[in-house]
């Protein structure tokens, strides 16, 4: 008989623990109520542990139904008893107490809620983060240090799973939570961080994706809480996380696989987004803006969707402008577009340098010299107003060349086969001399003098590097290939080098270039995309993508 439980999906779950996750039970008036306990906390936790204080905890489906009171059980070590507003002598504890887990017990309910909506399998183990450090006066005097001994039996018996399967991550023993980041600012120790992204890679299981994680954040301090938050989108992918969170049970919300994101992450990543493409790192920052965003509903990415559409238009070639990019942007893109490919070619090569690209730079080089010699072409045989070469599908438009630019320079066998068509393909062939020679090269020799010199001249300096650009493309180029490639391209002038950093657009050669096609400033308007689109992620608002509603 198979067994069946092989193949059922396994659910974890994962809480941070506070002070608040430990409550006093007291009857009052015939009802049962929950208080927050305050005073010396860890001596209580202390006389629980070591047996000086009998103990229960409350089931947590029990917890759920107490009224929860707003006043608080403050502890005294000395009478073994709390003190609590209303009350009209001490509530001696020696005996016995009572205890429940309220906010677990919202966030368990809800975690389990998550489970049988999705179907999607059971809980196999559980893991509680917390912490217990040794005594060192006031700082640890509020510390909850028994919150995993009181809790673990209630919920492993929520949860159906032994108790040995609910584990603890002690996230500090000793010292202090934070330490300064030498700005003066405190942040929470790596040290801390460390542990709990060992215990949730421990409990993730492999390989990663197996498992689905239920998770809590409604307990412990909130740095404890941001990075449990973080370390679980780590070793979970999104869509196998689900927020349980004692909010959601008080507002009757479903589970969550799709929390907003918060302001500060999302300030962040504007910023590391901008920084990114300041460096001409497009793809990684498209990447870097589509992750934040990855646990959202699709129909609610705007940032990231902005981002795509121009790494799509910059680095991919794409041919339509998006119409739901910022107004600023989509006009630079179409004013870009406009200038010609050459340019479009050229922005690239200039990101790829100043990203530290090479090989890419080095790859599209060779494409940028094939596509400024068609817009050469172009510019030299169309007729008013059209466009003889179109590159995007590859085709020559027979019927866009003006004839007369090309009589007495073609043979006539050539001209008569670009008069009786509409099309050839940019790649064509034809006999010239009893040599096949390409359509391209017919037509450069028909050139002007000037605009042949350019041709001739650029070939000639890319030729001496041609074997490195052939052999990255069709075999194996390494590091030294690669940099004995990048210094020879800066000697050929096709590339220039400025305080060790690589550029394409301000070289002196290929900035003469451009001048054949257009009266206009390469690296200027290189600059100028960069700024406003820059301008725009400035300006895009941060309400359209931080709700997840």
């Not at 309910?109 to 006031?138: P, S, W, Y």
């Amino acid at each position: 008989m198979t067994d069946n439980k092989a193949n059922v999906t396994e659910v974890v779950f994962i809480a941070t623990l506070g002070q608040s996750d430990i409550q006093l039970v007291l009857e009052k008036e015939g009802r049962r109520e929950s208080h927050k306990i305050d005073g010396d906390i860890r001596a209580f936790h202390e006389a629980c542990l070591d047996g000086r204080i009998r103990w229960q905890c409350l089931p947590l489906t029990d917890s759920l139904s107490l009224t929860e009171s707003r006043e608080n059980a403050s502890y005294d070590e000395k009478t073994t008893s709390f003190t609590i507003p209303g009350l009209t002598a001490p509530m001696d504890v020696s005996a016995c107490v009572t205890l429940c887990a309220p906010v677990l017990a919202k966030s368990q309910a809800m975690a389990v809620k998550a489970k049988n909506q999705r179907r999607v399998g059971q809980f196999v183990e559980a893991l509680l983060i917390f912490t217990h450090r040794d005594k060192a006066g006031k700082q640890t005097d509020g510390e909850p240090i028994a919150a995993y001994e009181l809790i673990k039996e209630a919920l492993a018996t929520a949860l159906d799973i032994a108790i040995d399967a609910v584990h603890p991550c002690n996230c500090i023993d000793k010292g202090d939570l934070y330490c300064s980041d030498g700005t003066g600012q405190k942040k929470l120790r790596l040290e801390i961080a460390d542990r709990i992204y060992c215990d949730v890679g421990a409990i993730a299981g492999s390989p990663r994706g197996r498992r689905i994680a239920t998770v809590s954040t409604s307990g412990g301090m909130p740095s404890i809480s941001q990075v449990t938050a973080s370390v679980v989108s780590y070793w979970f992918p999104q869509d196998r996380i689900f927020h349980a969170t004692a909010a959601q049970f008080e507002h009757g919300q479903s589970d969550s696989r799709h929390p907003a994101i918060a302001p500060d992450e999302l300030i962040d990543m504007r910023r590391r987004v901008k920084e990114l493409i300041i460096e001409g790192s497009f793809e990684p920052a498209e990447r870097f803006a589509a992750y934040t965003e990855m646990h959202l509903k699709k129909n609610n990415r705007p940032f990231s969707s902005f981002i795509k559409n121009v790494v799509e238009f910059h680095e991919h070639g794409a041919t339509e402008i998006a119409s739901d990019l910022p107004g600023n942007t989509a006009r630079q893109l179409k004013h870009i577009d406009g200038l010609g490919p050459s340019l479009r070619i050229g922005f690239r090569i200039e990101s790829a340098l100043r990203s530290g690209r090479w090989l890419n730079a080095l790859q599209t080089t060779f494409t940028f010299i094939d596509v400024f010699t068609w817009e050469l072409i172009d510019r030299s045989f169309s007729l008013p107003g059209k466009d003889c070469i179109d590159l995007k599908k590859g085709v020559i438009n027979c019927r866009n060349i003006d004839v007369s630019e090309l009589d007495g320079k073609l043979p006539q066998e050539i001209l008569s086969r670009l008069k009786s068509v509409q099309t050839i393909y940019v790649g064509d062939q034809f006999d010239v001399g009893g040599k096949k020679r390409g359509i391209q090269r017919i037509l450069e020799n028909c050139l002007s003098g000037t605009t042949m010199k350019c041709i001739r001249e650029i070939q000639e300096r890319a030729g001496k590097i041609r074997i490195m650009r052939n052999n990255a493309t069709h075999g194996f180029l390494d590091l030294k290939g690669l940099r004995d490639a990048r210094k020879n391209l800066i000697a050929e002038k096709l590339w220039f080098e400025k305080q060790e950093e690589a550029g394409f657009l301000d070289a002196d050669f290929v900035r003469s270039n451009f001048a054949l096609i257009g009266s206009f400033d390469p690296l200027a308007e290189y600059d100028d995309f960069i700024r406003v689109l820059c301008l725009d992620i400035d300006e895009f608002p941060l309400g359209s993508d931080v709700s997840n509603a």
